[in-house]
């Protein structure tokens, strides 16, 4: 029997597919490091990103050719993760609704704080806040909607409102004293604290609606 030849076209072919692949896998593993070490040290240097990712630092520019293009990249990322969210905070009754919302951003509690630590440089802000957009227009709706229902607290404008619970939730992801021990359910009480729910109506709500908690997966 013939060993087949090294160049045949149907050998050759499969060596461009593999490399693709593992370019891609590459470029996922860069972004979730920079991810990762910006949301602990805003000023994470790129040699600190390509180790956390395995790989070196050539091969990060191979991805990204510099620290701006990684970043514009890492907002992106964010933006399309805060989509997911907003889409799936949804639920007849506005306060589960804000549950599904708190607890999918605990699950991208890294996202949250690097997405902040990128906003702090004016040349990212305006595109920063722009991925958070979603979330916001999801926010306001769920206040109008908790307002209007009487669910929520109401000495306050819907947009007063959605921004208290904004910056009370990313208060609560940032803090690592918070994350690294506490579980969702934590964000979900922050945020309906906020909403105007005493801890009595929420311990009755989660029992009522107890598969809401922990129903959001964390992202892959």
């Known amino acids: ?76 990322v964010s933006a399309k993760r805060y989509r997911e969210i907003a889409d799936g905070a949804v639920h007849d009754d506005p306060r589960i609704a804000l549950v599904y919302l708190a607890e999918g951003l605990w699950h991208a509690a890294s996202t949250v704080r690097a997405s902040v630590n990128i906003s702090m440089n004016e040349l990212y802000r305006e595109d920063a806040a722009h991925a958070l957009e979603p979330l916001r227009q999801r926010l306001s709706s769920l206040t109008r909607a908790g307002i209007t229902a009487g669910v929520f607290r109401a000495d306050m404008s819907p947009n007063v409102l959605a921004l208290l619970i904004e910056e009370a939730a990313k208060a609560t992801l940032r803090d690592r004293r918070i994350t690294s021990v506490d579980t969702a359910d934590t964000a979900v009480k922050v945020v309906l604290s906020i909403a105007g729910l005493s801890w009595g109506e929420q311990a009755k709500l989660l029992a009522t609606e107890a598969e809401a908690v922990g129903s959001v997966p964390p992202p892959r």
């Open 1 to 76: 029997m013939t060993a087949q030849p090294v160049n045949e076209p149907s050998v050759l072919k499969l060596v461009p597919d593999v490399r693709r692949r593992d370019a891609a896998k590459n470029r996922e593993t860069l972004l979730r490091a920079a991810q990762e070490a910006l949301a602990e040290h805003p000023n994470a240097s790129l040699d600190s990103i390509a180790q956390a990712a395995g790989l070196s630092r050539r091969a990060l520019y191979g991805h990204f050719p510099d620290r701006d293009s990684l970043l514009r990249e890492i907002v992106e």
